[in-house]
């Protein structure tokens, strides 16, 4: 199994942005794909990227794409998220996410494709 724990949410101004980060601390030598999540209040938690454990492919939902950017150091055990040109309607909690697999391009946007989940961190755009 793995723990996973964010950091780099705040509250930043419209416009701003942020780098959020998600340190792993692996348990076993399995490969992991990883993605991030979101979740705002009164909603369901949604897709926003994902990396592929190889690191070759990412993905996006249409309301990010072009604006952030997931990146991951497998030496360091650790994703991020490059968040630009923030805008109100990205405040939310930002969760990481993991999945267990030795396929090199795996990759979910659904929540229950992962397995492993941070507890989250908090990002409040203001205007």
């Known amino acids: 199994q793995v723990q996973l724990v964010e950091s780099g949410g705040g509250l930043v101004q419209a416009g701003g942005s942020l780098r959020l980060s998600c340190a792993a601390s692996?348990?076993?030598?399995?490969?992991?794909?990883m993605g991030w999540f979101r979740q705002a209040p009164g909603k369901e938690r949604e897709f926003v990227a994902a990396i592929t454990w190889s690191g070759g492919n990412t993905y996006y939902a249409d309301s990010v794409k072009g604006r952030f950017t997931i990146s991951r150091e497998n030496a360091k055990n650790t994703v991020y998220l490059q968040m630009n040109s923030l805008k109100p309607e990205d405040t939310a909690v930002y969760y990481c996410a993991a999945h267990e697999t030795y396929g090199s391009s795996w990759y979910s946007a659904a929540v229950a494709g992962y397995e492993y989940w941070g507890q989250g961190t908090q990002v409040t755009v203001s205007s």
């Open positions: 692996e348990r076993t030598f399995s490969n992991y794909a």
